[in-house]
T-cell receptor, first 113, second 112 residues
Framework: DVKVTQSSRYLVKRTGEKVFLECVQDMDHENMFWYRQDPGLGLRLIYFSYDVKMKEKGDIPEGYSVSREKKERFSLILESASTNQTSMYLC????????????FGPGTRLTVL | QKEVEQNSGPLSVPEGAIASLNCTYSDRGSQSFFWYRQYSGKSPELIMFIYSNGDKEDGRFTAQLNKASQYVSLLIRDSQPSDSATYLCAVNSGTSYGKLTFGQGTILTVHP
C-alpha cells in the first residue's frame, strides 16, 4: 500500500512565524503535491514537484515556498504565517506511469492566530 | 481555465438505494478520471479511476465515462450510511507532471 505521511495532524502557530509542513512518501513516487482545502473553495494546488530539487508553482503559490532535497520528502514552508493561511493542508504523491493517480496523506490542520 | 463541475448537493438517498454522482469537465485532452471519497475532517481516499469510455465496476461502485459528452459519473449500489461523505471528481490532462483538477465535491448523505 502507498503510504504518505505528514508531520503533524494539528498545528497552531502565531502570525509572522515561519512554519514547516513535511510530507514523506514511501513508494518512490516522482511527483509530489501540496494542496490547501477550504470550505466552499475545494482543493487548491499550491506547489508541486516532479523530481528532486524541481518544483513548479500551482494555482496559489503566494506566501508559500517548497523544498524537495530527497525524493521521498516534500516540504511546504510558510515564510511568515498569516491568519488567511489557516486551512487544511494536504500532501499527495503519484508515480509517473501515465495513470496520474494521486495518493493523499492524512492532512495537517493549521491554525494561525 | 480547465474546469471540473460537480453538483455540490447535498444528495440524500435512503439506505439500500443507488446513489448517482455526476461530473463534467471542460478539457477535451483529459485522459484519466478519478473518484475520491472524503469523510469530514479526513483526507481524500481513492475509490476508483477510469480511462476508457464505458463502465468500470469495483464492488458496489461503478464509474461511467463518456468522453464525447465530457461526462463522468459514479454509481454506488446498495448505499450504506457509511457511504455518507463528500465525493470528489478529479481529471488530468496528461501533460503536466500528473497534475489533477478537482471538482468542488458532492456531499452524499445515506439515511437509514
Amino acid at each position: 500500500d502507498v503510504k504518505v505521511t505528514q508531520s503533524s495532524r494539528y498545528l497552531v502557530k502565531r502570525t509572522g512565524e515561519k512554519v514547516f509542513l513535511e510530507c514523506v512518501q514511501d513508494m518512490d513516487h516522482e511527483n509530489m503535491f501540496w494542496y490547501r482545502q477550504d470550505p466552499g473553495l475545494g482543493l487548491r494546488l499550491i506547489y508541486f514537484s516532479y523530481d528532486v530539487k524541481m518544483k513548479e508553482k500551482g494555482d496559489i503559490p503566494e506566501g508559500y515556498s517548497v523544498s524537495r532535497e530527497k525524493k521521498e520528502r516534500f516540504s511546504l514552508i510558510l515564510e511568515s504565517a498569516s491568519t488567511n493561511q489557516t486551512s487544511m493542508y494536504l500532501c499527495a504523491s503519484s508515480l509517473t506511469d501515465g495513470t496520474d493517480t494521486q495518493y493523499f496523506g492524512p492532512g495537517t490542520r493549521l491554525t494561525v492566530l | 481555465q480547465k474546469e471540473v463541475e460537480q453538483n455540490s448537493g447535498p444528495l440524500s438517498v435512503p439506505e439500500g438505494a443507488i446513489a448517482s454522482l455526476n461530473c463534467t469537465y471542460s478539457d477535451r485532452g483529459s485522459q484519466s478520471f478519478f473518484w475520491y471519497r472524503q469523510y469530514s475532517g479526513k483526507s481524500p481516499e481513492l475509490i476508483m479511476f477510469i480511462y476508457s469510455n464505458g463502465d468500470k465496476e469495483d464492488g458496489r461502485f461503478t464509474a461511467q465515462l463518456n468522453k464525447a459528452s465530457q461526462y463522468v459519473s459514479l454509481l454506488i449500489r446498495d448505499s450504506q450510511p457509511s457511504d455518507s461523505a463528500t465525493y470528489l471528481c478529479a481529471v488530468n490532462s496528461g501533460t503536466s507532471y500528473g497534475k489533477l483538477t478537482f471538482g468542488q465535491g458532492t456531499i452524499l448523505t445515506v439515511h437509514p
